[in-house]
């Protein structure tokens, strides 16, 4: 295929991923993530995009690291302080299992099995991975405008959600499908549903007696200067990660 046409592909499947998060960001877990996954399936089936499959403990260990660092400085800041447990915990950790499971498959299907692959195709790792995140960020949007955020904290959770989307990238590009999905899986039921630092329900409460910018307030540690410090680091970890410590034998080739 002539890459115009492919990458006016990936920018149309781009688009019906938007309308679908726009127009039923309410229904997320119900019907926009089922439908993403069914489609960028049918996507991938119907331009050949070549997905790795390999991989899941590098991305589970490389999300939980750095959410761990992110959750200790907020401790001992003092900027947060754990609550009670709730009685009924291991409903909220099951229902967090359900959710977090379509959240990652739907949004590493989509953008990174996808947009990127199809991006990485034509244009090569870099551009793929800078375009995929600044749509992957974008996306986030109407989650922001649910929360009601505001400018400041949008403008950090915006730059942390870009800065993932490279993470995830690397992670896809050198690690494979899974090594996202388990690192997307990990950070976001860490966040929202072992801790309940964000606009879900989690198994352990959490009080917020620090400021916004620290703690990232309704919207979670996305939106803490924090975290978009410790992800900014987490890139430079990846790549050094997989191309000086661990020499990548099966990524994907550039084109």
């Given at each position: 295929?002539?890459?115009?046409?492919?990458?006016?592909?990936?920018?149309?499947f781009?688009?019906?991923?938007?309308?679908?998060?726009?127009?039923?960001?309410?229904?997320?877990?119900?019907?926009?993530?089922?439908?993403?996954?069914?489609?960028?399936?049918?996507?991938?089936?119907?331009?050949?995009?070549q997905?790795?499959?390999?991989g899941?403990a590098?991305?589970?260990?490389?999300?939980?690291?750095?959410?761990?660092?992110?959750?200790?400085?907020?401790?001992?800041?003092?900027a947060?302080?754990?609550g009670?447990?709730r009685?009924d915990?291991?409903?909220?950790?099951l229902?967090?299992?359900?959710?977090?499971?379509?959240?990652?498959f739907?949004?590493?299907?989509?953008?990174?099995?996808?947009?990127?692959q199809?991006?990485?195709?034509?244009?090569?790792?870099?551009?793929?991975?800078?375009l995929s995140?600044?749509?992957?960020?974008a996306?986030h949007?109407?989650s922001?405008?649910i929360?009601g955020l505001?400018?400041?904290s949008?403008?950090?959770?915006?730059?942390t959600?870009f800065?993932?989307?490279?993470?995830?990238?690397?992670?896809?590009?050198?690690?494979?499908?899974?090594?996202?999905?388990?690192?997307?899986f990990?950070?976001n039921?860490?966040?929202?549903?072992l801790?309940?630092?964000g606009?879900l329900?989690?198994?352990i409460?959490?009080?917020?007696?620090?400021?916004?910018?620290?703690?990232?307030?309704a919207?979670?540690?996305?939106?803490?200067?924090?975290?978009?410090?410790?992800t900014a680091?987490?890139?430079?970890a990846?790549?050094?990660?997989?191309?000086?410590?661990?020499k990548?034998?099966?990524?994907?080739?550039?084109?």
């Open positions: 295929m002539r890459r115009g046409l492919k990458l006016l592909a990936v920018f149309l781009y688009l019906l991923n938007a309308w679908l998060v726009v127009s039923f960001s309410s229904l997320a877990g119900i019907l926009t993530y089922p439908l993403i996954i069914i489609l960028s399936v049918f996507f991938i089936a119907v331009f050949e995009l997905v790795p499959w390999k899941f590098e991305g589970a260990i490389f999300a939980a690291v750095p959410m761990g660092l992110v959750l200790a400085v907020l401790l001992l800041s003092g947060i302080t754990p009670p447990i009685e915990f291991s409903y909220y950790l229902l967090g299992v359900f959710v977090q499971l379509l959240v990652s739907g949004e590493e299907l989509g953008f990174r099995a996808a947009i990127f199809g991006l990485f195709d034509e244009l090569g790792l870099w551009p793929a991975a800078l995140a600044a749509g992957f960020a996306l949007l109407p922001m405008g929360v505001g400018r400041q949008d403008l950090i959770a915006l730059g959600i800065l993932a989307g490279i993470v995830l990238a690397l992670l896809y590009r050198y690690g494979g499908l899974l090594n996202a999905i388990a690192f997307h990990v950070w039921f860490i966040e929202y549903n801790f309940e630092l606009p329900e989690g198994a409460l959490v009080s917020k007696p620090g400021p916004d910018i620290i703690t990232g307030g919207f979670g540690p996305e939106a803490s200067v924090v975290t978009l410090a410790v680091l987490l890139i430079v990846v790549w050094l990660y997989y191309n000086k410590v661990r990548p034998a099966n990524s994907l080739s550039a084109p």
